[in-house]
């Protein structure tokens, strides 16, 4: 029987990477009574878990930017600060493009990455061509890569911060679904479960694809909706070189980077109805790897050995929200990470960390990731999702 705290400073609603590094965070800052509710019987099982481990610098918004600038360089320290392995590898990002108005948008983003200090480079099709002899690149105009760009561990990550925070004192606990939140005058009181009520003054919502679900229970929409992502690892590829980068061939929103011996590839369907399905999609996945064959047509010989699907969390705008919800004293959201949000955890975890307990995020300017931004017509359009 879990023992399940009667009261709390703050109750933090999902244990995917947003609540843990929240709730980390939270507790090097010094808060110690952080009660953090998973409902799976393990951590980082669901968006976190099932997500395709990239991270990079290459954003087409300089909010997008700067939250890397925060989030990378707090994975390269990762394992010294928690003593967790992640096994980051900076195998660089390549964008194929194939289109002219992408040429034409990515060559803007360039010029905002390099005006932030993040030196992407501008390739000819001829040179990618040279540099990936796997891949059928005949009908690529150009690439932009930046060799810091790459992958990490999502589990790890999760692991690293649940066993840091719970350290300096938080209670993680899984097998806890948050039910129904209590609210008085206005203000968070707590949160039920079937397991009790746990009283709180602060609560925040880091459901992930449920995060409306938990606005639905205090009466706030949070414009956030599931959408299905599909992945396939195969069998090892002979000759795939140790290095091989993580290629986004950007106008099919195809994707594929080295797994082990082998491939993990992920294709995302544009026709895919919001929904809280996670069942494979067998006919997608004929078209998913019709089209990775035709990219990389050594993957014919090859077998797979793992599929799964998960679920974006995908706001308006392709950016997440993130800070204090003003219209419930106490509510905070770190949601809405639209199919990027694994490589923003640190940064987000720790800006939410000091908007609850300073007032305000102070080691980035956030402001223009609140909610209200939708009903203020002021969303912020990022080009770079995959
Ligand atoms: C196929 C795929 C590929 C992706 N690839 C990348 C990538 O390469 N790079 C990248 O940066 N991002 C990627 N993403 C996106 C990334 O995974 C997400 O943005 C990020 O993991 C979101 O983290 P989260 O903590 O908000 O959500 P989650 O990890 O889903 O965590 C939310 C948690 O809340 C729990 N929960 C929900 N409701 C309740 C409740 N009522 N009570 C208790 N618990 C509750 C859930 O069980 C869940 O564990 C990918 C996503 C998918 C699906």
Not at 67 to 89: N, T, Y
Not at 305 to 318: C, K, M, N, Q, T
Request: with cysteine; aromatic share 8%.
């Amino acid at each position: 029987m879990v023992d399940l705290t009667k009261s709390a400073d703050v109750v933090i609603i999902g244990g995917g990477v947003m609540g843990a590094s929240t709730a980390y965070h939270l507790a090097l800052k010094g808060c110690k009574n952080i009660v953090l509710l998973e409902r799976n019987p393990f951590f980082g099982q669901e968006a976190t878990g099932k997500c395709a481990g990239g991270i990079r610098y290459q954003f087409a918004t300089e909010i997008n930017i700067r939250l890397s600038l925060l989030s990378l360089p707090m994975l390269d320290r990762f394992e010294e600060e928690l003593g967790q392995a992640i096994d980051v590898r900076h195998c660089g990002y390549l964008f194929l493009l194939t289109r002219e108005k992408d040429i034409q948008a990515f060559e803007a983003n360039v010029v905002l990455q390099h005006r932030l200090g993040v030196m992407t480079e501008w390739l000819s099709g001829d040179s990618v061509r040279s540099r990936l002899p796997l891949m059928c690149l005949e009908d690529v105009l150009a690439a932009t890569w930046h060799p810091k760009d790459g992958l990490a561990d999502p589990s790890g990550v999760v692991q690293g911060y649940i066993t840091g925070a719970r350290r300096l004192g938080a209670k993680c606990l899984t097998d806890i679904e948050a039910t129904g939140i209590l609210i008085e005058n206005g203000r968070i009181c707590g949160v039920k479960t079937p397991k009790g009520e746990v009283s709180a003054p602060i609560l925040v919502n880091a459901a992930g694809p449920w995060a409306s679900r938990i606005g639905e229970m205090v009466g706030i929409q949070f414009p956030v909706v599931p959408l299905r992502r599909q992945i396939a690892v195969t069998t090892p590829i002979p000759g795939l070189p140790l290095d091989f980068p993580f290629v986004i061939d950007f106008a099919k929103n195809l994707y594929f980077h080295r797994e082990g011996p082998g491939i993990l590839t992920g294709m995302s369907n544009l026709d895919e109805p919001p929904s809280f399905t996670q069942q494979v999609d067998r006919e997608w996945e004929l078209v998913h790897f019709d089209a990775a064959m035709a990219r990389m047509p050594i993957l014919e010989h090859a077998g797979i050995i793992s599929r799964w699907a998960g679920l974006y969390e995908v706001s308006p705008d392709a950016h997440p929200i993130l800070g204090k919800v003003p219209e419930i004293e106490g509510l905070y959201a770190i949601v809405g990470f639209s199919g990027h949000g694994f490589m923003h955890g640190p940064a987000c975890g720790l800006l939410l960390s000091e908007e609850i307990l300073d007032g305000k995020a102070h080691t980035l300017d956030v402001t223009s990731l609140r909610l209200s931004r939708f009903r203020e017509c002021k969303p912020i359009l990022e080009y770079n999702v995959v």
